[in-house]
């Protein structure tokens, strides 16, 4: 069990490496800049949507249903 978890902390290290070497670019920032707009209202609502699910199963676990 912890080689597993060693294993899936370096995966992750590695992918967040991979990410922010990707984002921090010359071109992606501008890119993210000229849709932040968009960006913003997409990570909104899939934002909402979770926290109505998540609000939505506990409502469910507390009334028994």
């Not at 992750?12 to 991979?18: E, K, R, S, T």
């Not at 849709?35 to 609000?55: C, Q, T, W």
């Amino acid at each position: 069990a912890g080689l597993m978890g060693i294993t899936a902390g370096v995966i992750d290290a590695i992918w967040y490496i991979v990410v922010a070497l990707a984002v921090s670019r010359v071109i992606m920032p501008q890119m993210l800049q000229t849709k932040a707009l968009m960006i913003s209202k997409i990570s909104g609502s899939l934002l909402i949507v979770i926290s109505a699910y998540l609000a939505f199963v506990v409502i469910q676990a507390l009334l028994g249903w």
